[in-house]
């Protein structure tokens, strides 16, 4: 048989398996967390239900195809459960890689380890449930800064200043490398926060970086900036809400300061200028002058990278691709070795495993299409690779100690949980912890195991 192994059931591994499966091959997903889904479960706004629950819907889709085969609650890499070596043995005709970026960029600076120090996709994954973080404390102050100003950083925003269940939030501060004119958020994000802004606030802190953004051509008069992304403050007479949410532009930390707990106390803060380069983009230099800015808690919302421990070989900006000289910042689809300087047969990256922290669902779904059709293209005249059958791959990940989760396994935690939302009125409802998760399985297999036992005594 030549059956393809996904590792990763994100939207990138789902949809990678929903387009092998139509090709008529078996796929077998691998996937560290028990439930699919990657940040669409665990990291899109918990309350984007609709979108979740549409994503959600269609990944049922995918595994209710017979061909899918899924192991939930298995992370390969190799200090993890299962490493690709001991993949390979299982003899997959082809590998997609669709584990996303689980690593968090970094700045290296000192004090980063101090408490209260977070990266934003832990925290993000803290408050959508996803075990073990769920469990971990990523308790939050009053005053709180996040570095960045893309979509992350506007949720994690919105969930201190309007969700979170804590209510200790007094301020949150959104520290920018860059000027006005360069924020990543999309203007349907930062409308869910737009009422929490000071407007004198942020006209006076666009006052302050307007010279140093006219020097590289740049007009950030409140006007524009209003006019641009801000729209609720257009109005003269707009009032803001507690708690109040700032921005400080063209700012770089440079280190925590701990107080005598260990907790992040201030930190403090290199102001840049902007530079207009030849190429008419923009970067921030550095001028040598400082500030300290009192925090209890600081999130990097800089980016994710590729996690090194699972094996697949790395390059400078991650997993290491093709070279493509036409595109050199276009990272290819085929894993590349650089030891040998060759492509690895077989092997193909997908999703944010291709591009770390690049694009919505809707962009993974298509990466992880594009990366199955490679995989598919190779297979097609690859000779059998004798891949294991389902029941061949589960006794083997059980005899290595594993819980693997499948399928069937799924389905009754999904009853369980169903379940525990009608006795709770709630909406929906979905564990934290994995130990709990997979006692509910249990208890669940066994009792309906009994029910169809009982169904089976003849009635009196
Ligand atoms: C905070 C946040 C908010 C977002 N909000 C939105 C939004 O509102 N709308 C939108 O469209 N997009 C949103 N996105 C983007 C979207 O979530 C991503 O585009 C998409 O999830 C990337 O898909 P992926 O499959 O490549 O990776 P992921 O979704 O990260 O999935 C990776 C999968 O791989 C598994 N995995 C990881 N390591 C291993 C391993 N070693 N072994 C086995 N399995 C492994 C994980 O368990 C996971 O299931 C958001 C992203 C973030 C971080």
């Keep these: 048989m030549k059956g393809i192994f996904v590792v990763g059931a994100g939207p990138a591994g789902m949809f990678a398996a929903r387009q092998i499966a139509l090709a008529g091959y078996d796929v077998f997903l691998f996937n560290r967390d ?45 200090d993890y459960d299962l490493t690709i070596e001991q993949l390979q043995a299982m003899h997959p005709a082809a590998i997609v890689f669709a584990c996303g970026a689980q690593g968090a960029r970094k700045l290296g600076l ?62 949150v501060v959104v520290i920018a490398r860059r000027g006005p004119l360069e924020v990543k958020f999309d203007e349907k994000e930062i409308e869910f926060v737009e009422r929490h802004v000071v407007r004198e606030e942020l006209s006076a802190e666009l006052m302050r970086v307007q010279p140093r953004c006219a020097s590289a051509g740049q007009d950030v008069s409140p006007e524009k900036l209003f006019e641009q ?38 930190i403090q803060v290199a102001e840049n200028d902007l530079v207009l380069k030849p190429d008419g983009s923009t970067s921030a230099v550095a001028n040598g002058e400082h500030c300290e800015i009192e925090v209890d808690t600081l999130i990097f919302a800089i980016g994710d990278e590729h996690d090194p421990k699972i094996g697949l070989p790395m390059g400078p900006g991650g997993y290491a691709t093709a070279p493509d000289p036409e595109h050199p910042s276009e990272p290819r689809y085929e894993v590349w070795q650089p030891a040998s300087s060759s492509v690895i047969p077989g092997w193909y990256v997908a999703g ?56 069937a396994d799924l389905q009754l935690l999904g009853k369980v949980e169903e379940r525990e939302a009608q006795e ?9 912890d994995n130990e709990v998760m997979l006692k509910a399985i249990q208890e669940e297999r066994l009792s309906s195991s009994h029910v169809g036992e009982a169904d089976l005594q003849p009635t009196v």
């Design 229 to 266: 992304h801000f729209r609720l403050l257009k109005n003269s007479d707009f009032k803001s809400v507690p708690p109040h949410l700032s921005f400080r532009f063209l700012s770089s930390p440079t280190a925590v300061i701990p107080d005598a707990q260990g907790r992040a106390a201030r």
């Design 424 to 432: 709770r009125q709630m909406p929906s409802f979905k564990f934290s």
């Design 34 to 78: 028990i439930k699919p889904g990657g940040l669409v479960e665990y990291g899109i706004y918990p309350l984007k239900e609709k979108m979740k629950a549409g994503l959600r819907k269609q990944f049922a889709q995918v595994l209710a195809m017979p061909n899918v085969h899924y192991f939930g609650n298995v992370q390969v890499g190799d």
């Design 352 to 407: 944010w495993a291709r591009k770390a922290s690049t694009g919505l669902a809707g962009i993974a779904r298509h990466d992880g299409e594009v990366g199955a059709s490679r995989a598919l293209e190779f297979v097609k005249t690859a000779p059998d690779s004798g891949t294991l059958s389902e029941p061949e791959i589960l006794a083997q990940l059980e005899a290595m100690d594993l819980r693997p989760v499948t399928k």
């Design 110 to 171: 000192p004090g980063a380890d101090s408490k209260g120090v977070y990266a934003a996709k832990d925290f993000v994954y803290h408050y959508n449930q996803l075990p073990p973080y769920a469990s971990m404390d990523f308790s939050t102050g009053k005053r709180i800064a996040i570095v960045g100003v893309g979509n992350v950083a506007i949720d994690i925003a919105r969930w201190l200043l309007e969700d979170s269940p804590d209510r200790v939030t007094e301020s």
